[in-house]
């Protein structure tokens, strides 16, 4: 899949859009989703043009994936899901059902959250 920069996530990096943030450092933004499916939801996002985990694997730098990484931790703790447990999820191409063509990261939390996988849509 090509990175489109008209794509809702690189919208709101350029401030176009709003969105309710959560965390920001120099390399990874994180803000709740639009449409939460638990409690806690919130989408963690590389600030460079990157669509999937293999395209930031194979192209983001050292620092950006570190970053990532650090953000997606810092989130859970900040909005304190340690303790009762939380999932982490990326969808990526069309069996993984990803609708925003921008890497994210969700974090679920907030409730259990039931089985790892759903039925596929028939
Ligand atoms: P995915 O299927 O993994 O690509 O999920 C995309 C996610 O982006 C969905 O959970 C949407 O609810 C969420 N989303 C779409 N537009 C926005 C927005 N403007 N602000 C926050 N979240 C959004």
Do not use: S
């Given at each position: 899949m090509a990175y489109d920069d008209n794509n809702i996530f690189a919208k709101i990096l350029r401030g176009e859009i709003p969105c309710k943030k959560v965390y920001e450092d120099e390399h990874t933004l994180a803000f709740h989703d639009i449409?939460?499916?638990?409690?806690v939801h919130v989408l963690v996002i590389p600030?460079?043009?990157?669509?999937s985990m293999d395209d930031f694997s194979a192209k983001a730098s050292a620092t950006e994936q570190a970053a990532f990484v650090r953000a997606i931790g810092q989130v859970a703790l900040q909005l304190g899901i340690v303790d009762s447990g939380y999932r982490v999820l990326a969808n990526h191409g069309r069996d993984g059902h990803q609708e925003v063509p921008h890497l994210h990261m969700h974090v679920f939390g907030?409730?259990?959250?039931?089985?790892?996988i759903g039925r596929p849509r028939s």
């Open positions: 449409n939460p499916q638990a409690p600030k460079g043009a990157y669509v907030g409730r259990d959250l039931g089985p790892m």
